[in-house]
């Protein structure tokens, strides 16, 4: 599968806001997206929820319908498990209202085999993702 923005994403949510929106990265092992039915973090499978990033995304820039960010870290991941999906969410930290915006495959050392430390992620130069 290719990087995807969300259906649900994109008919609900006001990306104009998007640069000062709380937003985090998930990675998941396992899980399959469902763009035109998967709105929010509840809709993932709990057990496919590997890591979330422990704090808000950092240098959030929206211009010209693309999304950039500083690089983000996430804090030490158990081993074992295989990351297939880097997900973007404007995050309320309740899963029931967290909104599920990008499902991310194609991000530099993806899929990924967790070693039980830090895992960190450097965005594209051209962006995270556009519209």
């Known amino acids: 599968m290719a990087d995807l923005i969300y259906e649900t994403a ?6 104009s806001q998007i640069a000062t929106a709380p937003l985090r990265a998930i990675l998941t092992s396992g899980y399959v997206p469902n763009s035109g039915i998967d ?6 499978a709990p057990a496919s929820v590997i890591a ?3 704090a808000d995304m950092t240098g959030v820039s929206w211009v010209l319908g693309v999304l950039d960010a500083d690089d983000t870290t996430f804090g030490v991941v158990a081993a074992g498990d295989l990351c297939d ?4 969410v404007d ?19 993806l899929p990924l085999l967790t070693t039980g430390g830090s895992i960190n992620v450097q965005w594209a130069l051209g962006g995270i993702f556009g519209l």
């Open 52 to 54: 979330i990033t422990s």
């Open 10 to 15: 994109k008919q609900d949510y006001d990306f």
């Open 85 to 88: 999906y880097l997900i973007i």
């Open 91 to 109: 995050y309320t930290g309740v899963d029931v209202t967290s909104r599920l915006l990008a499902a991310l495959d194609s991000i530099n050392g």
């Open 39 to 44: 709105a929010f973090v509840s809709d993932i």
